[in-house]
């Protein structure tokens, strides 16, 4: 065997092992899907239907009844269908969810290049308390940020929720910021500051715009947290605010945990993100290799 021929072995083998890890990988999200458009019948069978006839009466349901329900008809009544929460829930995770979102990867953004830029007595220290607020579960403060949201008002309110997710996911924006940042060439504002800008101006005329890459791979990782995120929005919330997530994981039939609702809904929360992320996938690469500007 030439060399030429063991490259060509060697290239096939490269695509036959990413082949299997991409149906790896995208397998949860086909028993997802599948699940979402069988039957109960078909969703439960052992051996596992392989081959069904879709349907969308999950679909359906989640946004016209409540879970684990149905349409149909009753006794030969005809059961009118009425709109359900989900709709209503998906609202509030799309406007929390990109909200929070942009302030954070916005705030980050002047927070890392103030880290990274200035001269900040105790920088490290206050770099580190930042950090210190992802240390600890969601849990453990619960308690006093529920009295906290009842005493100020900001119980079961979208503007609440935006508050709590975005100082959530500012301490990941700061860290990750202040490394793009770091990558940047201070000469930059240092010609600018020459040409008689202020510091002010040179960043946002020239520093930011060569911070969109990262705050792109910033804005997704903080979307992907945010769109998520379970406990917050299950204890800050009542039936007005409250997001998606929390709404599936409380699909409850008559008859036991209704799958397939789960499932539809769970691929309707998926979709969303894999949009976001597919639309900006090229500018998270360049961050990823942001690294590699040279000055």
Not at 35 to 52: E, G, M, R
Not at 93 to 120: D, E, Q
Not at 218 to 232: D, H, R, V
Not at 259 to 277: D, E, K, R, Y
Request: hydrophobic share 55%; with cysteine.
């Amino acid at each position: 065997m030439n060399e030429f021929q063991r490259r060509a072995v060697k290239n096939r083998i490269i695509v036959v092992v990413l082949v299997v890890l991409l149906c790896i990988y995208l397998f949860p999200l086909y028993w997802m899907f599948s699940t979402a458009t069988k039957s109960k019948v078909d969703a439960f069978a052992l051996p596992p239907k392989w081959v069904w006839r879709p349907q969308i009466d999950n679909f359906r349901n989640i946004f016209y009844v409540g879970a684990g329900g149905a349409l149909g008809t009753v006794r030969g009544i005809e059961v009118k269908p009425k709109p359900s929460a989900f709709l209503r829930q998906l609202g509030n995770s799309i406007v929390v969810s990109f909200v929070s979102t942009l302030l954070a990867t916005f705030l980050g953004a002047l927070s890392g290049y103030v880290f990274s830029r200035m001269r900040v007595r105790g920088k490290d220290d206050l770099l580190f308390v930042i950090l210190s607020s992802r240390m600890l579960p969601p849990v453990v403060i619960a308690i006093p940020l529920v009295m906290m949201y009842r005493a100020l008002g900001l119980f079961d309110t979208r503007f609440g929720l935006i508050i709590m997710y975005t100082v959530f996911n500012l301490a990941f924006a700061v860290w990750m910021m202040r490394s793009f940042v770091d990558d940047i060439p201070p000469e930059y504002e240092e010609a600018a500051l020459v040409d008689g800008y202020s510091r002010f101006q040179a960043f946002f005329k020239f520093i930011f715009p060569e911070m969109r890459v990262g705050m792109v791979a910033t804005a997704i990782f903080s979307l992907i947290m945010t769109w998520n995120e379970f406990t917050f929005s299950l204890l800050l919330t009542g039936e007005r605010a409250r997001t998606a997530v929390p709404s599936i994981a409380h699909s409850l039939g008559t008859a036991g945990v209704n799958w397939g609702h789960i499932a539809a809904g769970s691929f309707l929360m998926v979709l969303p993100v894999v949009v976001f992320t597919f639309l900006l996938g090229g500018n998270l690469i360049r961050g990823f290799t942001f690294g590699a500007i040279k000055e």
